[in-house]
């Protein structure tokens, strides 16, 4: 569908105002729809235990790590739900 | 070399950050250097190791096509996904084609008409348009499913 389509379907001729809105649709839509997936590889540093989430990242919907010792197969790990007893570490 | 990892690897998410940790396993049984016995040696500790590529985050993201092609020139329904060419920035006219199918085009309908009902000061109707709205999103989404459903006649039931 064009945006004139959808512009005569809403009565309203603001073609700037209305391509902002179809923007806004479309991020309500991707918070909630499983249309489309991406994935992100990050390598793992020892002794640091913070990675950044993609800054386009709706919702997370599996974390997997590297097992080097079965054919290099990603394994989806399970989340933590409550916070770990040492919450942080003295660095170096 | 990591091995086990979906025994021994959890994550857990802080902000903008997933927080990785790697649960070591412990002897209870055998006491520390000051002579104590612990109940459980279990803990979860940082990364241990380096791993090229080792995290993998699988993630729905803001851009409905991971192409990046949410307006494009052609009717997404009618052609192929890879004849579509992007249209960004001050090249979106009302001649573009928005990427998405026709169920969720409907729905942008919807929210369009809702944003207007907004600015004319009609809540009610606004918020009539943005029911629809997620009404067709429902759709769309329930639409990918097939649920079957099959029911065994009672012993009793006339044959």
Redesign the interface.
């Known amino acids: 569908?064009?945006?004139?389509e959808?512009?005569e379907?809403?009565?309203?001729r603001d073609?700037k105002l209305?391509?902002a809105?179809?923007?806004?649709?479309?991020?309500?839509?991707?918070?909630?729809?499983?249309?489309?997936?991406?994935?992100?590889?990050?390598?793992?540093?020892?002794?640091?235990?913070?990675?950044?989430?993609?800054f386009?990242?709706?919702?997370?919907?599996?974390?997997?790590?590297?097992?080097?010792?079965?054919s290099d197969k990603?394994?989806?790990?399970?989340?933590?739900v409550d916070?770990?007893?040492?919450t942080e570490?003295k660095t170096s | 070399m990591s091995y086990d990892v979906d025994q021994q690897w959890f994550w857990r998410k802080h902000g903008k950050e997933i927080h990785l940790y790697r649960l070591r396993k412990g002897r209870s049984n055998i006491p520390d250097n000051k002579g104590r016995l612990s109940f459980d040696d279990n803990e979860l500790i940082y990364p241990d190791e380096n791993i090229t590529d080792g995290l993998r985050i699988e993630y729905t993201p803001l851009d409905l096509t991971s192409s990046g092609k949410t307006f494009v020139d052609k009717d997404a329904t009618s052609n192929a996904q890879s004849s579509l060419t992007a249209v960004t920035g001050v090249d979106i006219k009302e001649s573009t084609h928005v990427n998405v199918n026709r169920m969720l085009s409907l729905a942008i309908v919807d929210y369009v008409k809702s944003m207007v009902s907004e600015k004319n000061g009609d809540i009610q109707m606004k918020e009539y348009y943005m029911r629809e709205f997620y009404k067709k999103l429902a759709d769309n989404q329930s639409n990918n499913k097939r649920i079957f459903v099959s029911h065994s006649n009672p012993l009793t039931a006339v044959r």
Do not use: G
Request: charge should be positive.
């Open positions: 569908m064009t945006i004139l959808i512009m379907r809403a009565n309203t073609t209305v391509t809105w179809i923007k806004d649709a479309l991020h309500a839509i991707s918070s909630t729809q499983i249309d489309s997936l991406k994935v992100d590889k990050q390598s793992i540093v020892k002794d640091k235990r913070n990675y950044l989430i993609p386009d990242t709706v919702s997370i919907m599996s974390v997997s790590i590297k097992d080097t010792e079965d990603y394994k989806s790990i399970r989340r933590l916070e770990p007893l040492v570490r």
